[in-house]
Structures are given as C-alpha cells and as structure tokens.
C-alpha cells in the first residue's frame, strides 16, 4: 500500500510569489493534517481537514490556506511568500482525524529566496 | 496540553539499549505518551504509544512510572539507522494534532 505521498519533493520560490503543495493520503484514511518544520525546530500544526470541512488550525497567517477534494487529497497554498516561509512542509494522514493512526508523508521542502 | 521536557542530544553505542527519558509531570488521566522518531530530511514516524500501562512493540518498549509523571523508550539493540530526532508527546485520545517539541537528537555510534 502507498503510504502518504507529497508533491513536489523540493522546489524554490521567490519572495512574494505563491506556493501550492499537494499531499495524497493513505487509502481509507479521510484527514489530512499539514505541518510546517523549520529548520531546528519539531513540526507546527498547521491545518487539519475531515471530510473536506477544516476541523483546526493552528497559529500562522491568513496567507496559509487549504483545502481537501472529494477524493481526500489536499492542498496548501502560501500567498506572498516571505524568506521565514523557507521550511519542510509535511501533510500526515488518519483514518478519522485523531492522532493515533497518523501516518506521515516525507515533506515538501520549500525554500524562498 | 502537558508540556515535556526532553534531554537535547544522547550518544549510544551500537548493539546495545538506548534509553530516552521524558518528563511529564503535569500530565493528565486522560493523556496519553506518544513517541514518534524523524530520521533526517523525511517525516516524523510513529514508535509506540501508551497510558499506564507499559508497552512493547516490535520497534520499542515504553515504560511509564505509576505516578505517569516520566517514561522511558527503550530501543533494545540499536542500530545505526536509529539515528534519529526523537519526539516524546503527550495528547489526549481523541486530540486532532499533535504538538512537537524540541526532542532528543540520538546518535548511535560503531
């Protein structure tokens, strides 16, 4: 089975630009959760999504968006990207939302210039 | 959600037990002690999780003290490949997120 997978694996942006990343949950599994890791640092909370509606969020701006599809898949967008955006973004999956059963994907690392 | 308190680095020698020692003291009943480990550049990977009880899995075993104000993971025999940031993380059962700290960046050495 294909764990949780994430696109694009690196890539660089410039200031001010905007960013979209993709995560692909485990089958079955019907959260997706996003993280952001800065380099150091243990990962911050940063979205959670059930069943397409947005169950949490945690403390970042209003540039953070997302979304998830009817298939369970999801996206991040950054808007207006700052350097301080460079970072591992990861997306981690669950059956029902609840951390016992999170699967992590291998990140996105973004990096701003 | 309870805060922990994890050592910032531990050497331990290849083939034998590593211990990684967590603080909780204000932990709740109804929270439970995850550990999840990062090995560099990829996403953090579940170890073991438990809430009084001990626990022992084919990765680990987790002993909690009765009061359940610490615990200890112990990997019995490690390996180089257990070279790792190792997270200890208390949530209750139903928590939609988990809270990362700083944890203890282990490194097995030959």
């Known amino acids: 089975d294909a764990g949780v997978t994430q696109s694009p694996t690196h890539l660089i942006k410039t200031r001010g630009q905007h960013v979209t990343l993709r995560c692909s949950p485990i089958?079955?599994?019907?959260?997706v959760s996003w993280y952001q890791q800065v380099l150091g640092q243990g990962p911050q909370f940063i979205f959670q999504?059930?069943?397409?509606?947005?169950?949490g969020r945690g403390n970042f701006p209003d540039r953070f968006s997302a979304r998830q599809f009817p298939n369970y898949s999801s996206e991040l967008n950054v808007n207006a990207l700052l350097l301080g955006d460079s970072a591992l973004y990861l997306c981690a999956s669950s059956p029902t939302g609840q951390v016992y059963g999170y699967t992590f994907g291998s990140g996105t690392r973004l990096t701003v210039v | 959600d309870a805060k922990t308190t994890q050592p910032t680095s531990m050497d331990c020698a290849e083939g034998r037990a590593a211990n990684l020692p967590c603080n909780h003291s204000t932990i709740s009943g109804n929270e439970y002690v995850y550990w999840y480990r990062q090995i560099h550049s990829q996403g953090p990977q579940y170890i073991i999780h438990?809430?009084?009880n001990n626990e022992t899995n084919e990765m680990a075993s987790l002993i909690i003290t009765e009061d359940r104000k610490s615990s200890t993971l112990i990997l019995p025999h490690a390996t180089l490949r257990d070279t790792a940031v190792y997270y200890c993380?208390?949530?209750?059962?139903?928590?939609?997120?988990?809270?990362f700290g700083q944890g203890t960046r282990l490194t097995i050495n030959p």
């Open positions: 993380i208390v949530r209750v059962a139903g928590a939609q997120k988990l809270v």
């Open positions: 089958s079955g599994h019907k959260s």
């Open positions: 438990g809430l009084k």
């Open positions: 999504y059930y069943e397409k509606e947005e169950r």
